[in-house]
């Protein structure tokens, strides 16, 4: 697990999450969807396209901190996901391919630094604090998914 984990323990008897298909994780505001390789090869594969044209269409490169781009997928101007469709009231047009940080959500490790960082995360996602009990070892192992799926950047590699 990542030296940025605090592992305060304050999810030593889990976090109630389930997702109530809101969207607005996926839509209206400005974010990343940063990428794996796994991400870019089951999207690819699902769209039927090669790299180089998944990555020209779906995806740009952000400036990270620590002074080179990752990539993430693109948004439409709307700030919507590049996947999300409108059409019959709304829904992710590659659920079942969806990257792992929309599968992780909302598991991530900024989020799962602090009982403080989880409670304002969960403002914005009623699903947060609602619902299936998750273990501690299903969170950590959801971080672990990250560290050994890691986004894909410009400085040679993963």
Partial sequence: MSGKQKNDNFYSEGLKFSCLRCSSCCRHESGYVFLSIKDCTLLQSLLNIDHKTFINKYCR?????????????????????????????????????RPLQCRAFPFWS???????????ASKDCPGMNNGKIHSPIDIINWLIKRENEPIITDKGGV
């Fill in 110 to 120: 900024y989020i799962l630094e602090s009982a403080s960082s989880w409670e304002l």
């Fill in 61 to 97: 490169w952000v400036e990270s901190n620590q002074g080179y781009n990752e990539l993430s997928l693109k948004e439409k101007k709307n700030y919507d996901c590049i996947f999300w469709e409108d059409e019959d009231g709304g829904r992710c047009s590659v659920y079942d391919y």
